[in-house]
């Protein structure tokens, strides 16, 4: 402190607060880690994309093979994100509602594709179901291809992403407990109504959260698609894999564009989060404990 | 309603929660399962209410072998320790919670519904809090709002954990009253857990003396009080 002791009225501090020193230097350091890391390379971004000026831009991104990826990209995160979201729920409801043998083992392996490399993800994918294994190609035969094809790419990134939302939902599970749904049991609710009235509004904020995570990683995908996708142009090459090949052919403008546009469509993806909960900040805090 | 409990053991795994017990509840009576923490009060509570089932034993209400009811089914309305409000509903949504999660054609209209409520409201002495949060009351008035939540289903028995044990000394002696009150207005079998000697002895008809999954002794107060049964009853009501 550096009252003097000849100061009549002593300020007091309170116990967590720190010396102004300490306080700017926390913040500088947080705001350089910021600029440097993810401001500067966003405005990188942006400043490459209209170099040619925004006419450029945006005759690039109206390429054929574009418009394919970016309506790729939208096809498989509007596919992998809904069914992760289901399988999210149901796996943190049954790991935080009921007491069963093998939990640990099922937690584990929801972690599972967070320590797997995306690219060994794909090639066991490749293995499974490639045209030359058993499966796939019976599936090949059927005139439905997994690998090179859509379905591929689509379970290539719900591998990816499986995680996100049920990781998000079960400490919020766990924290609230299973007594408000007890409940709504001796009231007379059915288990599925339970679950829709109780559980599902209680848990609707992680939920969110859960979904736009999962969201942002499975429109991002690279490595694990990149291997099942096949990267054909127009067909089967999604908006990341786009833009390293056009950055592989020296097609900045193209790239970058892509790039921006991706960047984009995760900058919605925060805002709208940030919108819902400004709108709905009462109802927030009325579902936080008691 | 009559409620007999015949021969009801439970064990979780390698824990035997309740020895075999047996107890019958005369209709209409207000009793209390007092105990120790361990002693099998809540778990005795929860298997009457279908939230448990017994490892063996049966339950019957009004003679009716009932063990295999489920919870809906047993219509009991249930206090919780934490009286487990539903967050995000308003007071009037959590006591109409019960009677619209009726099937259609037992279903009241909405109006009487809201008619229900604000009865339901009166009787607790709370009119006027219809549109506030959980989280916006004090716990004597959760407290009141769960035991209106837990009538409105026009339950058969109500069943009570731990009803006073988040409550100040003073808010608890006056829900005491509140909950004798209720009793006697409703008529309701009422059974309610607790671990404090005096709420027990001053509250209940029937007092049931717990200790480590057996019961040790069922009588009223003043009878527990002047003829303790064992050497455990006499210790804890003394304590």
Redesign the interface.
Known sequence: MSETPSSHRPRFRSATEEPAPVRIGLIAFVVLVLAVLVLAPLGVIFSEAFAKGWAAAWKALQSKDLQSAIWLTLVVAAIAVPLNAVFGVAAAWLITKFDFRGKAVLITLIDLPFSVSPVVAGLCLVLMFGANTMVGGWLVAQGMPIVFAIPGIVMATMFVTFPFVARELIPVMIEQGRTEEEAALTLGASGWRTFLTVTLPNIRWALLYGVLLCNARAMGEFGAVAVVSGKIRGKTATMPLAIEMLYNEYLSVAAFSLAGLLTLLALVTLLLKSVLEIRYADQLAATRRH | MHIEIDEIAKSFGDTTALQPVSLAIPSGALVALLGPSGSGKTTLLRIL???EYPTSGRVLFDGADSTGLS??Q?????V?Q?Y?????MTVFENIA??LK??PRKLRPPRAEIARRVAKLLDLIQLPGITDR???QLSGGQ?QRVALA??L??EPRMLLLDEPFGALDAKVRKELRHGLREIHDATGLTTIFVTHDQDEAMELADLVVVMSMGRIEQVGRPQDIRERPATPFVREFITA
């Open positions: 209410g279908g939230l919870v809906q047993r219509r009991a309305g249930f919780f934490s487990a409000l539903f967050r995000h919670y019960g999660a009726r949060y959980p989280t959760r939540r837990a409105a289903i």
